[in-house]
């Protein structure tokens, strides 16, 4: 697999590459399963990071990346002025293959594929007060294959995206993003999820 991809990114980036781009955007982030925090609701994350498109078919194009982005979801105590939120930092590396057929004066985006992360941290807060006394917690959030660690650090799901991309190569597009794999050391499945809006320019 990994020289497959290594073969078509030296092979390929000469004779059919399409270009660098760049993209940056918020994402809203929660934690599903069972054993996610239940009622958790979504927060706002952000990711960016680097793509590289290299045509393989008439308006079409394999496109591996890397980004940072951030996970996490929050919480709100039912009954007490309490608020918690877990913020996750990943590296992620999205295979994704992409449509893009000249629509109007630019091109449609479809974007479509799997996506391979490993968490490097994170933090746990929860803020509040009750009769008049404020208080806070902050942990770290650690990732790791020993159970005393907090989370496992592999993430693995889909990505589908639609956009548009613009004259001088600048495009707006919405993605989303469904884990298919349990992050938790329990029984309990613990899985990424989320959607967002990001803006991207094609050198």
């Known amino acids: 697999m990994m020289v497959l991809l290594l073969s078509l990114l030296v092979g390929g980036s000469t004779l059919f590459a399409q270009g660098l781009g760049l993209r940056a955007g ?7 399963g069972d054993g996610a925090p239940d009622e958790a609701k979504m927060a706002p994350r952000f990711n960016i990071g680097l793509d590289y498109e290299i045509a393989v ?35 992620e590396v999205p295979l994704n293959l ?36 404020s208080a806070s917690v902050e942990e770290d959030i650690t990732f790791g ?33 469904l884990g298919l794999v349990n ?5 309990d499945a613990v899985k990424n999820t989320g959607f967002g809006l990001s803006l991207g320019y094609r050198f």
Do not use: C, R
Not at 60 to 67: D, K, N, Q, R, V
Not at 111 to 132: D, N, Q, R, V
Not at 183 to 187: E, L, N, Q, R, W
């Open 57 to 91: 078919a008439p308006d079409f194009y394999f496109a591996p990346g890397l980004f940072f982005a951030t996970k996490g979801y929050k919480y709100e105590w039912e009954g007490v002025d309490v608020e918690e939120t877990m913020t996750l930092n990943y590296l």
């Open 183 to 187: 992050i938790s050391h329990g029984d």
């Open 98 to 133: 992409v449509y893009k057929p000249v629509l109007g004066n630019g091109n449609l985006i479809v974007a479509f594929g799997p996506y391979l992360g490993y968490g490097l941290g994170g933090k746990y807060k929860a803020e509040g007060s009750e009769g008049g006394v």
């Open 26 to 32: 918020v994402n809203f982030q929660n934690l599903t």
């Open 145 to 177: 294959s020993n159970e005393d660690e907090d989370l496992k650090p592999l993430d693995v799901g889909a990505n589908i995206g639609f956009g548009y991309m613009f004259g001088a190569g600048l495009s707006l597009q919405f993605n989303t993003q």
